[in-house]
Nanobody
Framework: QVQLVESGGGLVQAGGSLRLSCAAS????????MGWFRQAPGKEREFVAA????????YYADSVKGRFTISRGNAKNTVDLQMNSLKPGDTAVYYC??????????????????WGQGTQVTVSS
C-alpha cells in the first residue's frame, strides 16, 4: 500500500510560480512511476506530468511543457511539481498518483493505482 499526501497549493497571480510536493509512504515508492494530474471544475481529470522510478525519464502534457518540472527524491519519498509562468487555465485540483505496474511511463489515469487527496491551485488573472 502507498499513501500519498499533496501540499503546496494556493492562490497565485498569472505569471507566478508554485511548487507542489507529494509525500509518499510505503516501501516500494522507489520502484513506482509517479504522476501529477489535475481536474478543473466541470472537466475531466487530465494528465500533467510523470517521472520514472529512477528520475531519469519524464513526460509532460503539451499544455505544461516548458513551464512545469517534475522531480523526485527517492531518499525522502517525495515527488515535486515546480510550476512556473502559471496561467488562469492552470487552475484546478492537482493530484499526485503512483503507478505500481512497473511499466513505462503512462498518461492514462487507469494505470495509476494510488492517489492523493488533491491540492487546490488557483491562478488569478
Amino acid at each position: 500500500q502507498v499513501q500519498l499526501v499533496e501540499s503546496g497549493g494556493g492562490l497565485v497571480q498569472a505569471g507566478g510560480s508554485l511548487r507542489l510536493s507529494c509525500a509518499a509512504s510505503g516501501r516500494s515508492f522507489n520502484s513506482y512511476t509517479m504522476g501529477w494530474f489535475r481536474q478543473a471544475p466541470g472537466k475531466e481529470r487530465e494528465f500533467v506530468a510523470a517521472i520514472g522510478w529512477s528520475g531519469g525519464s519524464t513526460y509532460y502534457a503539451d499544455s505544461v511543457k516548458g513551464r512545469f518540472t517534475i522531480s523526485r527524491g527517492n531518499a525522502k519519498n517525495t515527488v515535486d511539481l515546480q510550476m512556473n509562468s502559471l496561467k488562469p487555465g492552470d487552475t484546478a485540483v492537482y493530484y499526485c498518483a503512483a503507478d505500481n505496474s512497473y511499466g513505462t511511463i503512462s498518461t492514462f489515469i487507469s494505470r495509476y493505482a494510488y492517489w492523493g487527496q488533491g491540492t487546490q491551485v488557483t491562478v488569478s488573472s
